[in-house]
């Protein structure tokens, strides 16, 4: 593992993440995230061949309820903060373009 | 400030009255919010309520509960109904709950009256307080320094005996470290002894709630009534809570306790110094001190900042202007979220989405994200293998005392590394809290941090309990 991060792999993972940057940004970051990569090869000194990865400490199973109806929050009272919302649904801007 | 078991007793018994002790509570904060910036949002009108509620189950002859009539802060990352919750996010600003966290519920049910807000790094992201939207939060111990972080709202309230107690979150050390550097006792608990409903999400492997106190036993007794089986949250343990308070007093007679290397070595020499006078001191109380080692430990500052971000890059995608906040107008969806994000994210939050995005990308999952999660492991099974040797484990909670506003800003590592005791036990689940013992550089408090083994609170609550009365606080 060595971070060999680039400008446009930052770049590309800001487009991924739904984020804009700027030039100065692009630079700084490229340099930080680096050195946090850098960081992160001390994980090479260890021998983790025949290690599990585990992704939760207790090893958490899916939890299910009985399948009843049960109340749910005020839609009226969810919707009131949203950025828009009409005729009880949430509000966004154009999604699909125009049909070529 | 009297403490929390005071206010209560008083509370109930008659001889004080939740709004007094209100008033007294919003008195100190009128004092002291303009200079320390603690509160972002101060309830005056729900707290009163909430007192009068309280006053009013007294004059009835009900008991209103373990915590009656004592002012509480809340973090600004747990949901509160028609309270403004901002995670000191941009993104989040004037945003109010339709629902209440679990632990509110479970606190206002005990009698406790939630008072405010408090300021944090935004999205629990930093050890500082320094990356909140809204400005720092000041030590107020020494206001030229910073209160630690993220919780640094709610241990700011506490040292400021604005309240005696306060919510915090704990992902890598967001209680612990606060506690540490302002001179408090904080707990991050078994993973799923608190339910995290309400809870915005940073790490959901990592998270958890947790009390600050001025004390052990007050700190014991909000853990007491936090705790407990939540069927809202799909962590939490599946069982009944456990008993706290009553251990508080068990000393440590016989308890095999292990001060571990890799858990102060590097820290400043009046930290270190505090950590070997606390292992004397639960030595002459009568526990069986040994040395140990934990090598594995030394790669769990990496692997953590790869598994948080990596967690928090797909949790923190749900901020998108849809739903709730803010929103950046255009005339297209993408175009909109993307402005939004970029608009309402401060510049950590958006180092550590991109740090997970990439940990988590096709090329690169196997080895970065991959690898931290080997070394989880590791980190579990060597504490583990500790906790067959020992009860307790011993070490630093910080390796510096508070440290002064723009120091560590510069180079996110340097912050990052202020993390280093206290996110081992976060990647194992198991519970950890700081409490204070003896003082370092510049008179500051120094947090000694005590761990064991999953559901082990009610030792370490006796454990610390020994180390503050060692420390001169009967």
């Known amino acids: ?100 | 400030m009297r403490s929390a078991r005071q206010i209560a007793a008083d509370v109930r018994s008659g001889a004080s009255s939740a709004v007094v002790e209100l008033e007294a509570s919003l008195a100190a904060i009128a004092a002291r919010n303009d200079e320390l910036n603690v509160f972002l949002h101060v309830d005056v009108e729900g707290a009163q309520a909430a007192a009068a509620a309280v006053d009013a189950r007294v004059a009835r002859g009900e008991d209103p509960g373990p915590l009656a009539g004592v002012p509480l802060a809340v973090k600004d990352n747990l949901c509160q109904v028609g309270v403004p919750t901002t995670c000191s996010s941009k993104i989040l600003e004037g945003w109010r709950p339709p629902y209440n966290a679990t632990v509110i519920d479970r606190v206002v049910a005990a009698g406790a009256v939630p008072v405010g807000k408090t300021n944090l790094d935004e999205f629990a992201m930093g050890s500082s307080t320094e990356n909140s939207a809204f400005g720092p939060t000041r030590n107020p111990l020494d206001p030229t320094r910073v209160p630690g972080g993220s919780s640094g709202g709610s241990a700011a309230a506490v040292a400021a005996a604005m309240v005696p107690l306060a919510l915090g979150s704990d992902t890598g050390g967001s209680i612990r470290q606060p506690a540490a550097l302002c001179g408090l006792v904080g707990v991050k608990p078994t993973y799923g002894l608190v339910s995290r409903y309400g809870l915005v999400a940073f790490a959901s492997s990592l998270d958890q709630i947790g009390p600050f106190a001025a004390s052990v036993g007050d700190a014991a007794l909000l853990l007491e009534v936090l705790a407990g089986h939540d069927p809202r949250d799909s962590t939490s343990l599946p069982e009944p809570a456990p008993s706290l308070v009553a251990h508080v007093d068990d000393g440590v007679a016989g308890t095999r306790v292990g001060l571990v290397r890799e858990l102060y070595e590097g820290a400043d020499e009046s930290v270190t110094t505090a950590v070997r006078a606390a292992a004397d001191a639960l030595r002459a109380a009568g526990a069986e001190v040994v040395e140990l080692s934990i090598p594995e430990l030394g790669a769990t500052l990496s692997a953590y900042y790869l598994i948080a971000p990596a967690e928090a890059s797909s949790n923190l995608a749900r901020f998108d202007g849809v739903r709730y906040g803010l929103r950046v107008a255009a005339d297209d969806v993408t175009t909109m979220m993307e402005a939004t994000r970029t608009a309402g994210f401060g510049a950590e939050v958006k180092r550590r989405i991109m740090l997970g995005t990439y940990a988590l990308s096709a090329g690169y999952y196997d080895a970065y994200y991959g690898q931290a999660l080997k070394v989880r492991t590791l980190t579990i099974n060597a504490f583990a293998r500790a906790y067959e040797r020992v009860d307790v484990l011993l070490g630093a909670t910080t390796p510096t005392v508070a440290f002064p506003f723009g120091t560590k800003t510069a180079d996110p590592m340097a912050m990052y590394l202020n993390d280093v005791f206290t996110i081992p036990t976060n990647l194992a689940g198991d519970p950890a809290l700081s409490v204070p013992f003896a003082t370092g550089e510049a008179g500051l408090p120094v947090g000694v941090q005590l761990l064991g083994p999953g559901r082990s609170e009610a030792r370490l609550f006796a454990a610390a309990r020994v180390l503050e009365i060692a420390d001169g606080r009967p």
């Open chain 1, 1 to 100: 593992m060595s971070a060999d991060l680039t400008r446009d792999d930052v770049a590309k993972v800001a487009r991924l993440a739904r984020l804009t940057l700027s030039d100065d940004e692009l630079d700084l970051f490229t340099e930080q995230l680096g050195h946090i990569l850098d960081h992160a090869a001390d994980m090479n000194a260890l021998d983790l061949t025949d290690v599990v990865a585990t992704a939760h400490p207790f090893g958490v199973t899916n939890v299910v309820r009985d399948d009843v109806v049960t109340p749910s929050l005020d839609r009226d009272a969810v919707l009131a903060m949203a950025p828009d919302a009409r005729d009880g649904r949430f509000c966004v801007p154009r999604i699909l373009g125009e049909a070529p």
